[in-house]
């Protein structure tokens, strides 16, 4: 039950917005009881939080298995981590959009646990990066904060457009986006 | 008047959301009657509209200047633009936010226009990526659209994060963002 109305409350802010969506609606929507919403969630605001760390903590997850692979250098983990941001539109695109929108929404409290989790996201990314300057795979004096938000600018605004069953495959735009950042669209 | 008005519509909306801030809530911080408001628009949402469309056309005006300029080749406009872009964040970054993300409360008749010229700017981005194609400048297989589209994957999700204020100007950050997008960050 917990699951179903997690899933009903990602389609109705998505749809309609968190503010434009009431208990009412969601409970409605599963023929329940508010009663029963009440039993897993103290409130529509911690309904959100669970939404907006369920997707943070997707991604983390899918993180942690590029970085401990020992078989990926720093080319190979851009690589995978472009290609997990953009396949997880299919199964992510209305919590990642209720993520970026619905932000201020959340009680200070939650707001800070998440922009933590947010950031590690991105601080890991830079990792990668770094890694791959001190190999001597990338050149030497990129600013890799503003790289990294760079990369994750090209993954993140997918997001708002990307259609996964439109011509272009999310291998495909992986390896598009890839080539991009790294040999760029100059004529070689 | 009306630009105070529009101007109290971007600071309310960008704080407190589109659908939680009143005409009143707008009118009260200006000292005037709703009457007032009413007579300069139509409703909440024409002022919406209002707000989106300053935003769009203050981009196909500056979009206009750089297609036209002949003595840019297609490296030069697509700099250009990238710089317009981040620059224009000191002075619209509340009206960028509040385009994003409000979106979907505009009727839908403004919703066709406002995406109308949404699309017209990013074809227009598009047709400097396929005159650097054809003058050999850019690679010659590129898919023109996805490559347009992570461009202003950059640039866009900048209104998220950058600060003009900080460490690095808007020139140096269009510097580094030109130069991952022409060269990439593979080391030579």
Redo the contacts between chains.
Sequence with gaps: MRQRLIESGINLFDEK?F??TSVEDITKELQVTKGTFYYYFKSKQQLLRDIHLGYIEYLLNNQEEILKDPGKDS?DKLRATIYMIIHSIQSQKKSARIF??EM??LAPEYLKQNMEKRDLFRKNVQRI?EE?VRE?????N??TD??T??I???????Y??FNPEGE?SDEE?TD??L??????????
Tied chains: 1, 2.
């Design positions: 917005g503010t434009e080319k970026f929108r201020r929404n990066v791959g001597g795979c990338f050149e030497e990129l600013n503003m790289i938000r760079g994750l600018g090209v993954t993140n605004w997918s708002y457009w272009v735009l598009i986006y080539e991009m950042i790294l040999n760029g669209i100059t004529k070689k």
